[in-house]
C-alpha cells in the first residue's frame, strides 16, 4: 500500500492552521509582516485615526543591546509622519505591563538616531499591546503607552 506522505503533510499543516488565531504570536506576526494596507487597517481601529498612513511594516524584528536585554517586537510599524509604532500580542496575561512598554519604548528611541543626529529628531513611539484579557484591569483588550515628555 502507498502512502502518500507529501498529503499526510499538508493534511496535517492544514490541521494546525486551522487552529491558529491572531492571538498566535507567530501567526500575527506573519500576517502583518510587510503588509501595510493590515498593519494601517489594524492601527487605523487601535487609534480610532482615519488618517493614519503607514509607510512601512515588519514583524519580528530584533533589536540587539550589546549592554543590556535585546527585544524582539512583534509588529513594528512606520506611518508617514515618521512615528513608530510596535504592536505586540501578548496572549498569556503575564508580560504584557507598564514597564515591559516603557523598555520596549527606549529600546525603539535609543535605535532610532544616528550618531550626530539632534534630540529634537527624535520621533514619537507608541507601544500597544494587545491582550487576550484586560490585564490592568481598566475593561480595554488593546492599550497604548506613550512616554511622557
Same mark, same amino acid.
Given at each position: 500500500m502507498y502512502i502518500d506522505k507529501g498529503s499526510q503533510r499538508k493534511k496535517l499543516l492544514l490541521s494546525k492552521i486551522a487552529q491558529f488565531r491572531l492571538?498566535?504570536?507567530?501567526?500575527?506576526s506573519k500576517v502583518f509582516e510587510d503588509d501595510? !494596507?493590515? &498593519? =494601517?487597517?489594524?492601527?487605523?481601529?487601535?487609534?480610532?485615526?482615519d488618517d493614519? !498612513?503607514? &509607510? =512601512?511594516?515588519?514583524g519580528q524584528v530584533s533589536i540587539k543591546n550589546l549592554l543590556g536585554r535585546s527585544v524582539r517586537l512583534d509588529?513594528?510599524?512606520r506611518d508617514k509622519?515618521?512615528?513608530?509604532?510596535?504592536?505586540e500580542v501578548q496572549r498569556a496575561d503575564e508580560g504584557a505591563d507598564e514597564k515591559r512598554a516603557r523598555y520596549y519604548s527606549a529600546i525603539l528611541d535609543a535605535n532610532t538616531l544616528l550618531p550626530r543626529q539632534k534630540f529634537k529628531d527624535l520621533p514619537e513611539t507608541y507601544v500597544i499591546f494587545i491582550t487576550?484579557?484586560?490585564v490592568l484591569k481598566r475593561r480595554a483588550s488593546a492599550l497604548s503607552y506613550k512616554p511622557q515628555d
Open positions: 492571538f498566535d504570536d507567530d501567526f500575527m501595510i !494596507e493590515a &498593519t =494601517e487597517f489594524l492601527l487605523r481601529i487601535i487609534l480610532q485615526r493614519l !498612513e503607514v &509607510t =512601512e511594516s515588519k509588529i513594528k510599524a509622519t515618521g512615528k513608530f509604532y510596535n504592536i487576550e484579557h484586560d
